[in-house]
T-cell receptor
Framework: AQSVTQLGSHVSVSEGALVLLRCNYSSSVPPYLFWYVQYPNQGLQLLLKYTTGATLVKGINGFEAEFKKSETSFHLTKPSAHMSDAAEYFC????????????FGSGTQLTVLP | GAVVSQHPSRVICKSGTSVKIECRSLDFQATTMFWYRQFPKQSLMLMAT?????????EQGVEKDKFLINHASLTLSTLTVTSAHPEDSSFYICSASGREPWETQYFGPGTRLLVL
């Protein structure tokens, strides 16, 4: 079984400040990890994913995340927040077995203050 | 990235009627499609997984006779909400993926269903 915990259902940052969204996972096998962003009344857009290889993953819109196995974490960061980053962010984990479903965290609403 | 479309984007229906939602992968072959339900300000809840040409696998607590899923081709899956009731009102999102587990799930834009 696998699960995802996103610490902080709401995060507010000032425009230009560092964005840090936390994600911890639990998985009995090496996981595939994903971050998705959702704008109001829209589907999910993939920001980045970790499968194998380099643990620091770069995604779209200046976001990156680092897979830390020892901490079972996959936190999402962006050096400088932009107003357009305001959205809901979901961390997800997927097992490597026959079950290919994504297990989502509860989501973090990011607010960017002017 | 790959594109997944959903139709309709928004539907309003009367209680007791059935509603069909289409999910299409536009530029890749989706061996697997997933259907999710999302309540306001909540995460996505997986309803079912459908593999092309076979019966869908439903998550615990999801009524398969109420939420009929068909995945007849590698580019199309449909979700039919039968005898809809107001409590079925929700945001329904599909996603599509290739065969391998490391492949990304690409999400559709969602369908907002309101049952009166």
């Amino acid at each position: 079984a696998q699960s995802v915990t996103q610490l902080g259902s709401h995060v507010s940052v000032s425009e230009g400040a560092l964005v840090l969204l936390r994600c911890n996972y639990s998985s009995s096998v090496p996981p595939y990890l994903f971050w998705y962003v959702q704008y109001p009344n829209q589907g999910l857009q993939l920001l980045l994913k970790y499968t194998t290889g380099a643990t620091l993953v770069k995604g779209i819109n200046g976001f990156e995340a680092e897979f830390k196995k020892s901490e079972t974490s996959f936190h999402l960061t962006k050096p400088s927040a932009h107003m357009s980053d305001a959205a809901e962010y979901f961390c997800a984990v997927r097992g490597i077995g026959s079950a290919r479903q994504l297990t989502f965290g509860s989501g973090t609403q990011l607010t960017v203050l002017p | 990235g790959a594109v997944v479309s959903q139709h309709p984007s928004r539907v309003i229906c009367k209680s007791g009627t059935s509603v069909k939602i289409e999910c299409r992968s536009l530029d890749f072959q989706a061996t697997t499609m997933f259907w999710y339900r999302q309540f306001p300000k909540q995460s996505l809840m997986l309803m079912a997984t459908s593999n092309e040409g076979s019966k869908a696998t439903y998550e615990q607590g999801v009524e398969k006779d109420k939420f009929l899923i068909n995945h007849a081709s590698l580019t199309l899956s449909t979700l039919t909400v039968t005898s809809a009731h107001p409590e079925d009102s929700s945001f329904y999102i599909c996603s599509a993926s290739g065969r391998e587990p490391w492949e990304t799930q690409y999400f559709g834009p969602g369908t907002r269903l309101l049952v009166l």
